[in-house]
């Protein structure tokens, strides 16, 4: 019989904080400008420049340690992780290690019908280091440091997970809080949240922990559900083969849907860590513990209630509307000015869906403002366009966020109302298809919509399809 294994997955989980300046210094932290135009003497590590704590980092940060149930520390402190890589411009990297500002926490997951406890060991708050670019075309790496000083918070999950589902259901599920706390926008695509994966094997009733090997490179849901795969099938046949796991750090490929190992990673890897002497400890007493959760906003769980209750919106709506921040406040906005909830959720839960799947984009992405989705609900509701033409104008939304009425009104797609015109079309169309006029008359349903396409084609599609049947109707009596 085959031996059975079981996987064994932990998570460092970085997430980078929506401050509007840097951890240690009033750089600007927008992402996407050019190379090196964010930077000073104390993130790019210049010698005498001394660094100077964000206040907002600290209150981020205990906010999504509160959030996830997380105990926090007191009197939390800095230290200095030493490491000499060209990206990292003082040749250390200012961290917390011995007193991290959260610890022992929880995130409670569901997959299928099951629910479970991932557990955070700890949480800490950190600097990110500058980007290195490689160009392989001149065989050379150039580095932009408008990402060095950025603040970052790495979340480390002790090793509960056993799939690949139950990382994703996890990554979500921080995602979510962050969002929801507006601590980070938690792009992926953007490096603003990034996960590396600690993932060994065992055989399935084992107590003992195989091997690790940490994973990097991981910039989608989809590449560390495939990487999961691709490292645990690895393992496997090594094991099987009667060989030896390394203890490594390994670069995911995700084109080539393979890793490869970066450097041996021996647990006694010595960063020389030691109090970081430029910055003083930071106290956190309870009146700025209370005065955090006062101003911890409504998460996911209270507005899934409240959508249900509030609007009337089935269960299975609002857990779609309330899986994305970004889709809620889209929603809620939305509805808020048309004042049809019930309207303005079928476009998100139907139409928007269909589009976010077929550009595989999140909802993060999207570009249609709640006032454009509230306009296009009233125009559509008032019979000012008809349903085919609604769904003409939201994909130019989804594209571009085109104003509706300003294109209905440009492309000439309002709905013809005159009762005279359509009258006369009606009688074109009875002429020019006798046998579908008889058929309806002899009782042939289907018939009527025969005429019915062939109106709305002579009509370029601005007339309204109901009314269209109901003159047919009259007409063919």
């Known amino acids: 019989m085959a031996k059975q294994y079981e996987t064994v997955i932990g998570l460092e989980v970085h997430v980078e904080l929506a401050t509007k300046t840097k951890i240690f210094c009033s750089c600007s932290t927008r992402f996407g400008e050019a190379p090196n135009s964010h930077t000073c003497p104390v993130c790019t590590g210049m010698p005498g420049s001394l660094p100077v704590l964000n206040r907002q980092v600290v209150e981020y940060a205990a906010a999504i340690g509160l959030a996830t149930n997380c105990e926090i520390t007191r009197v939390c402190k800095f230290d200095r992780k030493n490491y000499f890589y060209p990206d990292n411009p003082q040749n250390y990297q200012i961290s917390q290690l011995y007193l991290p500002i959260a610890r022992n926490g929880y995130v409670e997951i569901e997959t299928g019908e099951s629910k479970k406890r991932i557990r955070i060991h700890e949480m800490h708050m950190e600097e990110d280091a500058g980007k290195l670019v490689h160009d392989e075309w001149d065989d050379t790496s150039i580095v932009d440091y408008n990402r060095s000083g950025v603040p970052l918070v790495e979340i480390v999950s002790e090793p509960d997970m056993r799939s690949a589902e139950e990382v994703l259901a996890y990554l979500e599920k921080l995602r979510m809080i962050i969002q929801y706390l507006g601590a980070s926008d938690c792009k992926l695509q953007e490096g603003s949240m990034r996960a590396d994966v600690n993932l060994s094997v065992r055989e399935t009733g084992s107590k003992k922990l195989g091997t690790r090997t940490e994973m990097k490179n991981l910039n989608s849901f989809k590449a560390i559900a495939r990487a999961i795969e691709g490292e645990r099938q690895r393992q496997i046949e090594l094991i099987e083969m009667g060989?030896?796991?390394?203890?490594?750090?390994?670069?995911?490929?995700d084109n080539k849907e393979y890793s490869y190992a970066m450097r041996s990673k021996e647990d006694a890897q010595d960063y020389r860590y030691f109090p970081e002497p430029d910055l003083v400890p930071v106290v956190i007493d309870d009146a700025w513990i209370e005065k955090i959760k006062s101003r911890q906003p409504e998460l996911r769980d209270e507005r899934l209630q409240r959508y249900k209750k509030e609007y009337g919106i089935p269960e299975y709506d609002a857990q779609i509307l309330t899986s994305s921040i970004y889709m809620a406040e889209l929603f809620e906005k939305a509805a808020k000015i048309c004042k049809k909830p019930k309207k303005v959720s079928n476009w998100l839960m139907v139409e928007t869906l269909r589009l976010l799947?077929?550009?595989?984009?999140?909802?993060?992405?999207?570009?249609?403002?709640?006032?454009?989705?509230?306009?296009?609900?009233?125009?559509?509701?008032?019979?000012t366009i008809n349903s085919s033409v609604a769904k003409e104008v939201f994909e130019k939304m989804f594209e571009e966020n085109t104003e509706p009425e300003s294109y209905v009104r440009k492309h000439g797609l309002k709905t013809v109302n005159d009762e005279g015109t359509l009258h006369a079309v009606l009688e074109k169309v009875i002429a020019d298809n006798p046998q579908a006029a008889a058929d309806y008359r002899a009782g042939k349903e289907k018939a009527l919509g025969a005429l019915v396409g062939q109106t709305m084609k002579m009509m370029k599609g601005k007339a309204h399809p109901g009314q269209v049947n109901q003159q047919l109707k009259e007409m063919l009596r």
Request: charged share 40%; proline share 5%; hydrophobic share 30%.
């Open 243 to 253: 060989k030896q796991v390394v203890q490594e750090t390994r670069r995911w490929d």
């Open 357 to 383: 799947k077929e550009h595989e984009m999140e909802p993060e992405e999207l570009k249609i403002s709640p006032e454009n989705l509230a306009k296009l609900v009233e125009l559509t509701e008032s019979g």
